[in-house]
């Protein structure tokens, strides 16, 4: 999934778990947030979808989408966030749920990146996560296309939620 349909997830995520559990304890609601952000992401990597590129790619084009595909689609939500709610408890819930839900990818290209070693639970992480990605075996990966639709839907629900709700 791409970096911003994984956001949308965490918005989506966010905005559920403040719906259900906002106005109560906020630690175990962020707590919440976050294993359910976390969850979906690999939920929403078993489905088949598209990326910008495949992964023997990946040196070339990760500065531009770690700019364009994850920074800015966050800067953007959470600025239309805080703008509309303020410091508020909303506002913390969906960075709770989009750091979440970004958490394995990061985590991830950090290791692919040599920033972090790969070792024993995060060298099972990763066989986990690459692994859901059945549908991307090796460098093999589907680009973006037509059965991507459910990724621009679901951006398109999280910034129906976070601007009308």
Do not use: C
């Not at 359910?36 to 939920?43: D, I, K, P």
């Not at 531009?64 to 913390?92: H, R």
């Amino acid at each position: 999934m791409i970096a911003f349909g994984h956001t949308a997830v965490g918005v989506i995520v966010g905005s559920a778990a403040y719906s259900y559990l906002g106005h109560g304890d906020l630690t175990t609601g962020l707590i919440v947030t976050g294993a359910t952000g976390v969850a979906f992401h690999y939920l929403m990597d078993a489905v088949p979808h598209g990326h910008f590129f495949k992964m023997d790619k990946f040196k070339k084009y990760v500065i531009p989408v770690i700019v364009f595909d994850l920074s800015l689609p966050i800067a953007l939500i959470l600025g239309i966030t805080y703008l509309k709610t303020g410091l508020s408890e909303k506002l913390f819930y969906i960075m709770f749920g989009i750091g979440s839900s970004q958490l394995p990818d990061v985590v991830d290209g950090l290791a692919f990146a040599g920033i972090i070693k790969a070792r024993s639970l995060l060298k099972a992480e990763m066989n986990f996560h690459g692994g859901l990605h059945w549908h991307n075996e090796g460098d093999e990966g589907l680009l973006l296309g037509l059965r991507d639709i459910w990724q621009v839907l679901t951006i398109f629900i999280a910034l129906f939620l976070v601007v009308f709700s």
